[in-house]
């Protein structure tokens, strides 16, 4: 499957942004979507992970209760919604897919075989 991830931005703190990973040549119907960020400097990081197969969705502790994992079906897109937004949120946001993988709290970005593009995310007054 291929990845195009989209929907960054500059937003004020406390703002939102959506961001979309759409999917092609496969259905997302058997895949797990993780989403990781990675800043300057830092490593990449774990954000999320969903998987309609096995209808859980997990979240890093530094995004629970802020950011949440939706699917349209139908358009074959993962939506990651980021509310409350922090400076510590900016970064690089990636989607990556596995096929019939269970999602954990502890993916890795090893456990994903396919990568989208990455969008940035700025969040700043």
């Known amino acids: 499957v291929q990845l195009q991830a989209s929907g960054g931005g500059l937003v004020q703190p406390r703002g939102s942004l959506r961001l979309s990973c759409a999917g092609s040549?496969?259905?997302?119907?058997?895949?797990?979507i993780g989403w990781f960020r990675q800043a300057p400097g830092k490593e990449r990081e774990w954000v999320s992970c969903?998987?309609?197969?096995?209808?859980?969705?997990y979240y890093a502790d530094s995004v629970k209760g802020r950011f949440s994992v939706s699917r349209d079906k139908a358009k074959n897109t993962v939506f990651l919604q980021m509310n409350s937004l922090k400076p510590e949120d900016t970064a690089v946001y990636y989607c990556a897919a596995e096929s019939w993988m269970v999602c954990t709290d502890r993916v890795i970005s090893t456990d994903f075989d396919s990568w989208g593009q990455g969008t940035q995310v700025t969040v700043s007054s």
């Open positions: 969903s998987s309609t197969n096995y209808g859980n969705t």
């Open positions: 040549g496969s259905s997302f119907d058997h895949y797990a």
